[in-house]
């Protein structure tokens, strides 16, 4: 049961009088001094300890932040904005600032979380198929579904086909897959653009798939193939990159290699945005109709002739157990990409005029919430670390971050004496008030826009903006990091981590043994067979080749220290 203040106080004073009695000293009385303080200490004390949910929170953080595990604290809102290009192709960098007003007044801003190209290039139809057998039907394979993804705009040239939203029936394989039609493409092709799929909330399944599934851009012939095979990387607040299967230059990584932005794994709208590679000139495929799609796109548009014409054609494969993609697709948006409220806050500290503690959260006073430091830099140019870093450097400067206070622990000038100043450079939110802003009124650009005849606004509502991270989200966090999944030990653990790199994979087999390395000594070695489903890839021998290289990558900097891994990998 929490003592009252009161209770508090006179257990201080009960206390004070019992260390006098040990040095000789009777006295009932209690210098007013020594009683204002007593108070104003009691006081701390219950506001500390009344809390007890916050107070195991901190503890917890503190430890995990001893541990070597990253501490989270407030989180952003993330919003997805799509822009409007009417003139020439423009580059939206990562971290432009996006103003706008939520709805309980005010001015706020976001931050774009990484960099996308916008041009002219818009969406002509997107096509959903369905197998039924990927609908959990047993027995012998029935023909699949075509048809038009309804509810979404459509451009006046789509239209004048006259379309029917109904179901064509068709035989593309067991696999439910998702078809893109672009179209209106200018010179830069599709280098940098930015597409999100907008998802209902029930396709759990769809929005996980999405993350890992591949893309493929149809050839010229129409084929699905591996010169057009795209792969999906995690990229800046839970998004992805698509990476060629076969390597090719990316420049969009390139232009944000540079950019300071604050490190956020995930966000409300993550694994729902994705930035397309720069597309060298032999890959800039044209094709009328994807192989197997020009019959039953004939019967989906009463009037084909005006549909049927040269495009770019994306693919995305599923796996099939999916919710039907009619209903859980329901848009799918160019020129789009996510942004968090988020901002970088810069001052300097002196430390003999502001301390060593200064507060950096709403909660003891500043403006808004800690999302994660940024930088901060000594006198002597030296970064500090956090307290518990391992480091060599000696008089390197160190940093706390606790209950919503920064402290400081000034490094070493080069002659031995203290820094006497710090500069401190913090990501801050708004946290929970960032999800006010709703749909469209996240309208204009800080600092001008990119080109001229470039407009930008939020198609969906900002969400998931947090003060902090709950007692039980932390507890659950800390669970996870103490299993051994981030260091594979068991045949469960190796298991466990493979199917997760790839969703093809359906089995994994664990064989260690001795091998001689190449000096003769003899090495621990795990050979690992995994088997996949030919027909889930697009070019099965070239992925085969790419999936063996990145799974022993994978897997090297996550076995023991002495053990070798050796993949092979064999068709189901």
Request: hydrophobic residues 40%.
């Amino acid at each position: 049961m929490n003592s009252s203040a009161a209770e508090i106080d006179l257990k201080l004073r009960d206390d004070f009088r019992r260390y006098l009695r040990e040095y000789g000293i009777e006295s009932t009385l209690i210098d007013p001094v020594l009683a204002v303080l007593f108070r104003t200490l009691s006081s701390q004390i219950h506001a500390m300890s009344s809390d007890t949910d916050k107070l195991r929170t901190a503890l917890l953080h503190e430890l995990l932040e001893g541990l070597g595990f990253d501490r989270p604290y407030a989180h952003p809102a993330q919003a997805i904005v799509r822009y409007a290009c009417l003139g020439e192709p423009a580059y939206i960098a990562a971290a432009t600032e996006l103003t706008g007003e939520p709805d309980n007044g005010g001015r706020m801003s976001f931050t774009t979380d990484y960099g996308i190209s916008i041009s002219s290039a818009r969406v002509a139809a997107v096509f959903v198929y369905e197998s039924e057998q990927g609908n959990g039907q047993r027995g012998p394979r029935r023909q699949g579904s075509l048809r038009l993804l309804s509810g979404m705009h459509l451009p006046e040239e789509t239209l004048r086909a006259e379309p029917t939203y109904d179901a064509v029936s068709v035989d593309l394989g067991v696999y439910p897959a998702i078809y893109i039609a672009l179209e209106n493409l200018g010179p830069a092709y599709l280098s940098g653009h930015g597409i999100f799929l907008q998802t209902s909330f029930e396709a759990t399944l769809l929005n996980a798939q999405l993350e890992r599934d591949n893309w493929c851009l149809a050839s010229n012939e129409g084929r699905f193939g591996a010169c057009g095979v795209l792969r999906p990387s995690a990229s800046h607040g839970g998004q992805q990159s698509l990476r060629w299967l076969q390597e090719a230059a990316d420049l969009i990584t390139e232009k944000d290699s540079e950019v300071e932005r604050p490190r956020l794994a995930g966000g409300f709208w993550r694994g729902k945005c994705f930035v397309l590679p720069s597309v060298p000139a032999d890959r800039r495929f044209l094709c009328e109709s994807p192989v197997g799609l020009e019959k039953p796109l004939r019967s989906i548009f009463e009037r084909p002739a005006l549909f049927i014409r040269p495009r770019a054609w994306l693919r995305i494969q599923l796996d099939a157990r999916v919710e039907p993609l009619h209903a859980a697709l329901t848009a799918v948006h160019l020129h789009a990409q996510s942004a968090s409220n988020v901002g970088c806050l810069n001052q300097t500290v002196r430390f003999a005029e502001h301390g060593t503690t200064i507060p950096v959260s709403v909660e003891t006073g500043g403006h808004s919430l800690l999302v994660a430091p940024l930088a901060i830099t000594g006198e002597s140019g030296i970064s500090y670390l956090p307290e518990f870093h391992p480091s060599f450097t000696p008089g390197q400067g160190r940093y706390r971050l606790n209950q919503g206070y920064l402290t400081l622990l000034p490094g070493k000038m080069a002659n031995g004496s203290d820094e006497t100043v710090a500069n401190v450079r913090l990501w801050m939110t708004a946290g929970r008030a960032g999800n006010q802003m709703s749909a469209t009124r996240l309208h204009s650009f800080a600092k001008g826009a990119p080109a001229r005849n470039v407009t930008v606004e939020n198609i969906t509502t900002a969400a998931g903006g947090s003060n902090g991270e709950s007692a039980d989200a932390a507890q659950q966090r800390f669970s996870e990091a103490l299993l051994s999944r981030q260091r594979l030990i068991t045949r469960a653990d190796l298991e466990l981590a493979l199917r997760s790199f790839d969703r093809r994979i359906t089995g994994v087999g664990v064989a260690p043994t001795l091998a001689r390395g190449p000096r003769g000594q003899l090495r621990r070695l795990h050979q690992i067979t995994v088997t996949a489903l030919r027909e889930r890839f697009a070019d099965p021998e070239e992925e085969k080749r790419i999936l063996i290289v990145d799974l022993e990558s994978y897997l090297a900097d996550r076995v023991p220290l002495d053990v070798d891994v050796r993949v092979e990998v064999a068709w189901s």
